[in-house]
């Protein structure tokens, strides 16, 4: 496969997992099993295409990566804890943003 399709892929997986550790603060408690199940097959799609992605450019396994792959386990977490911890949800969005925000600059930055 091509690494446009790695990197579409990537993407999209990043922006359901997100959406959907938004949507877990903010949902009804009846949707937790779908929703926990939706996020959870996203974010091994994100995985895998992230070390796709990361082969087939012939990166290898850059520090950049590291912090990536960092971000990848908190968030996912996050999905998980937004029905527990609706009180809090205030806290978990922010640290949700800036999770994706420290992504973004370790991929576009790739300095660190």
Excluded at 12 to 24: E, P, R
Excluded at 40 to 64: D, E, M, N, R, T
Excluded at 101 to 111: D, I, Q, T
């Amino acid at each position: 496969m091509s690494p446009a399709f790695y990197q579409i892929l990537h993407l999209l997986s990043l922006i359901v997992v997100t959406g959907g550790a938004f949507y877990a603060f903010a949902g009804a408690p009846e949707t937790r099993k779908k929703v926990l199940m939706i996020t959870g097959i996203a974010s091994i799609l994100q995985l895998v295409s992230g070390v796709g992605l990361l082969h087939k450019l012939g990166y290898g396994f850059p520090a950049w990566a590291i912090v990536k792959l960092v971000c990848w386990l908190a968030l996912s977490a996050l999905a998980g804890i937004g029905y527990r911890k609706r009180e809090k949800s205030g806290l978990f969005m922010t640290i949700i943003v800036l999770i994706v925000g420290v992504a973004l600059v370790a991929v576009y930055k790739r300095a660190i």
